[in-house]
């Protein structure tokens, strides 16, 4: 696993352009306890799956001065991850810590949840792991797996395309856009999908342009 995990979504200007983080990317600033605070809650989703038992987050807090609460509610507001109405991490992009429709499996055997497509389409390079995507055409619920295998992608089917969209609003990505980035087993269901949602603005791209 890499010493310094770089998350996924952040770099994507097309989807991140509304909501602020064009160029800032995903990785939280080293000050006040933000970036060893984030960097545990992805080594511990990239390790076991899940996020980190709140003890670890507080000692990582308190060698910078502060709370785990307090690191944590900061790195929301950023949107460096989202936290629920109970203050509990319910996503580290690209992980996410509830049900998703694409599921991966790593490498290392650790099965985990994937915020988008485009999250888990850079899940195998941030890890420099073998990574399976599993997820379903939201057209017809048609299976779609991506195996990334030595750093090379095999797509079933073959004519899957990624839907790249957003809402026109402001806000984190987990509600601005995440909903929007989907696999599709063809064109046609993009394009489908995209009729069926006017709200949703994007573009289509192709296998292997994430």
């Known amino acids: 696993m890499l010493a310094s995990i770089e998350a996924c979504c952040g770099n994507d200007h097309h989807v991140l352009g509304p909501i602020g983080r064009v160029d800032r990317g995903r990785r939280a600033p080293g000050e006040r306890g933000l970036c060893a605070v984030h960097q545990a809650v992805l080594r511990h989703f990239a ?31 950023e949107d ?29 055997g650790v099965e985990a949840w994937a915020m988008c497509a485009i999250d888990a389409l850079r899940v195998a390079a941030m890890l420099h792991q073998d990574v399976t995507i599993t997820s379903r055409d939201p057209v017809d619920g048609g299976p779609i797996t ?50 069926q949602h006017p709200e949703v603005h994007g573009r289509i791209t192709s296998r292997g342009k994430p």
């Open 146 to 195: 991506v195996a990334f295998t030595d750093g090379t992608a095999r797509w079933e089917p073959a004519e899957t395309v990624i839907f790249a969209g957003q809402r026109a609003k402001t806000g984190p990505a987990a509600t601005v856009c995440c909903d929007a980035l989907n696999f599709f087993a063809d064109l046609s269901a993009a394009k489908a999908w995209a009729r």
């Open 80 to 108: 460096f991850l989202t936290l629920d109405d109970g203050g509990r991490i319910r996503a580290a992009y690209p992980f996410s810590a509830v049900s998703a429709p694409h599921r991966l499996r790593l490498g290392n």
């Open 47 to 77: 390790a076991v799956g899940r996020t980190p038992e709140p003890a670890v987050l507080a000692a990582l807090a308190a060698a910078a001065g502060r709370t785990a609460v307090d690191v944590l509610a900061e790195l929301d507001r």
